[in-house]
């Protein structure tokens, strides 16, 4: 991956591409935290670039002003669905692994107030 995910989880070892260990080629999971200067790119053309790698199955958007959570997961068809979570009761739930949060424990240090206007 050219692009530097918030977090990226990989199953088994990583796989770089070329001779370089900065570009992993396998991620399972990514996530990224939006900005008001990134958001348009990270839902657009680096979700379709992360879209083109074999082992990609969910990908994970934080809203950081508000209990907001979008997540998109890959079906057997290479097909794409979401599931947009808002609220401080919702709870995220990972598909490709064993693993859930709810958006108040996830949130649960943001000051809302200095978040990005």
């Known amino acids: ?9 990989i199953k088994g070892q990583p796989l770089y591409q070329g ?3 900065s570009n992993v080629i396998n991620p399972l999971i990514i996530v990224e935290v939006l900005s008001n200067s990134t958001q348009a790119y990270d839902r657009g053309d680096k979700f379709k670039f992360y879209r083109s790698l074999p082992t990609f199955q969910e990908y994970i958007l934080i809203e950081q002003s508000s209990y907001s959570v979008e997540r998109y997961y ?13 609220g401080e009761n919702a709870v995220l739930q990972l598909v490709s692994v064993d693993w859930q949060i709810s958006l ?4 649960q240090r943001v000051n809302f107030d200095l978040a990005e206007t």
Request: proline share 3%; no cysteine.
């Open 74 to 86: 890959k079906q057997k068809d290479d097909q794409w669905l979401v599931d947009f979570l808002t």
């Open 104 to 107: 108040q424990d996830l949130y």
């Open 19 to 21: 001779n370089s260990q």
């Open 1 to 9: 991956i050219y692009t530097y995910p918030d977090v990226m989880v």
